[in-house]
Structures are given as structure tokens and as C-alpha cells.
């Protein structure tokens, strides 16, 4: 059975989603539960046009498509065209270090349009109409019967300085030996580049500490830092260096027989980057929880709930190729 669910509406009676967003949080959006896949991607460009892209399998239905956009300005206001369709980005997620933005648009009737049920990559052409624009994140989530049951989870918002909380909780042990097990996070972040790094960690373990860059984005230029962890990019290594995270990482190594909950903080110690999204995808019937944000998150040693805790601060950055 295929079940989406909002943000106020409980999982099960003994998983609950927590609070709707609060100012300065990464916010439970959606939480998708059953024979459901997910597909990421990114696009940053100072030519303010380009391509962005779905990998969507045969036979499947698409049950969401979302269109974000990264800002450098408080005060610009973002537009652009999507497959060829006007984008209305109808809901702003915040300003973050009094200066970054972000923005969603639901584009699910131009992908679903664009999808012929034969399965593969399908490309959409996309534009940006200020050049405070640093690029998008598409995120398409999609149901075919034959896979298995999964828990899609999609947070988006802004970072909280002091740290926002990020769990998964299952009420079956999982069982990460499982054939098909899968349990992975996609990152989309926004104004980075030059050695500005964010820290996750797992369970109480590091995976990386160097989260970040212009992955997705065609020039170390303001109108194209944005790295976004794509269908297309391969697991991060663990502890990778900066030009090999791609923001998209494997979290199975981090879950033991028998576990109930994956747990998430993630840290910006450059406090520069705007991380805007993360996406979930765990094998099992679960529920993704995130709690207020400025709620004290202790450190991996003693946390029994890790924090997705993404720090930014009013950090501007000036390149040569700036657009006013």
C-alpha cells in the first residue's frame, strides 16, 4: 500500500512526524511511504539556462516533483521557466545568514508530462530570471509496484545555527544484511565553493567533513555555487576529500543488526553554505522526525538523537564574475 504523508498527519500510531517548520530549520516536507523511488539532481550556471534532469524507471508513476531554487539576496525574488513552463516558486524556505535564500515550486505536472512510461533520463530545460539565482535541485519521487517497501523523506528549509535534529525511526529492527537494503542521503547546498565545508555524521560516526563545493555549478562564480547529491553522482567515500564528496552518501555502514533509528547531525563549521535540502531513502516502513530547531543537540558521544545541525552566518562572498 502506497501512503504519503503531509506534515502534520502521523505515520503510524508510534511514529509521529514532529512540528511543522519553525523559523530557521530544515523542516519535515514530505514523507513517502511504500514502492517508492526518488531521483535527485542539480544545475548551476552563470548563463541562467540549462538542463536538469529526472532518472525515472519504466513503468513508474510520478507522485511528486519539486523544483528548488538557491538565492544570494535577501530581496531578489526568483522566476525562470521549467520544460518550457513558467516556474512559480510559491514558497520561499527562508533567509539564511541574512542574506540566503531558497525557494520550492511543485513541477509535478510538467515531469509527469515529460515521462512516457518507457523509463530512462528525461531532461528539462530550465532558466533562471534573476542573477541572484546560484541554480535549482529537482526532486522527483515516483511508485512502481514491484519495488520494495521504502521510506522517501524530503527536509527543506534553512540551517539552524544552534542545530536542527534529523531521525529515522523504524518500528521493525532493521536488517542491513537484507538483500536490496538500501539507506542513503542526498544534500543540496547552495552558496559553496572554495574549501567552505559542512561536517555529517552517522550514528556517532563522521562520514565527511568536507560537504560542500560547486559540484552542479558551471564557474567558481556568485549565480553557480550549488552542489546538489544527484542520481548520477556515486556514493561519496567515507571521509572523502572535498573534491570527491558529492554529496550523496551511503549510510548502510553506519547501521547495525537490530537498530530501530538512524541518526543524523550534520555541522557547518565555516558557517557560509546555505544546505536547503536532504533527501532520505531507507529500505523499511519508517518515519523521519526533526524536531524544533535551537534545541540543544549534545555532541556524538552522549546524543541519544543526532542533529541535522547546519550553521551559516552573514558571510558574503565577492567573485570577479559577479552579477549584479
Known amino acids: 500500500m502506497l501512503r504519503r504523508i503531509g506534515l502534520a498527519v502521523p505515520l503510524m500510531t508510534v511514529l509521529a512526524l514532529m512540528p511543522a517548520r519553525a523559523e530557521a530549520s530544515l523542516s519535515v516536507f514530505q514523507t513517502y511511504v511504500g514502492t517508492y523511488g526518488v531521483s535527485t539532481d542539480g544545475f548551476g550556471s552563470t548563463s541562467q539556462s540549462g538542463v536538469i534532469s ?193 554529496e550523496r552518501y551511503n549510510l548502510v555502514p553506519e547501521i547495525h543488526q537490530g537498530d530501530t533509528s538512524i541518526q543524523v547531525r550534520t555541522f557547518n563549521p565555516t558557517s557560509d553554505d546555505n544546505i536547503f535540502l536532504a533527501v532520505f531513502a531507507v529500505s523499511g516502513e519508517g518515519g523521519v522526525n526533526a524536531p524544533a530547531p535551537n534545541a540543544t543537540v549534545p555532541e556524538p558521544a552522549s546524543m541519544t538523537l543526532l542533529g541535522l545541525g547546519l550553521g551559516a552566518a552573514a558571510l558574503r562572498r565577492r567573485f570577479a564574475g559577479a552579477k549584479a
Open 54 to 246: 529526472a532518472q525515472i524507471p519504466v513503468g513508474a508513476t510520478v507522485v511528486g516533483a519539486y523544483l528548488y531554487t538557491s538565492l544570494y539576496s535577501a530581496s531578489a525574488v526568483p522566476g525562470g521557466t521549467f520544460g518550457g513552463s513558467a516556474v512559480n516558486y510559491a514558497t520561499p524556505l527562508g533567509v539564511d545568514a541574512g542574506f540566503l535564500q531558497a525557494w520550492r515550486a511543485d513541477v509535478t505536472s510538467t515531469v509527469a508530462a515529460g515521462y512516457n512510461g518507457l523509463g530512462g533520463v528525461y531532461n528539462f530545460n530550465v532558466t533562471e530570471t534573476s542573477g541572484f539565482q546560484d541554480g535549482e535541485a529537482l526532486v522527483v519521487v515516483y511508485s512502481v509496484p514491484t519495488l520494495a517497501t521504502t521510506t522517501i523523506g524530503i527536509l527543506d528549509g534553512f540551517s539552524a545555527s544552534t542545530g536542527d535534529s534529523t531521525s529515522i525511526n523504524f518500528a521493525t529492527p532493521l536488517d542491513p544484511t537484507a538483500a536490496g537494503f538500501q539507506a542513503e542521503m542526498r544534500l543540496g547546498i547552495g552558496f559553496s565553493c572554495c574549501g567552505q565545508t559542512s561536517r555529517v555524521t552517522v550514528n556517532g560516526t563522521d562520514i565527511t567533513t568536507v560537504a560542500g563545493n560547486f559540484d552542479d555549478g558551471n564557474a567558481e562564480a556568485d549565480g553557480a555555487l550549488i552542489t546538489v547529491g544527484g542520481f548520477d553522482d556515486a556514493f561519496s567515500p567515507l571521509l572523502p576529500s572535498y573534491g570527491a564528496d558529492h
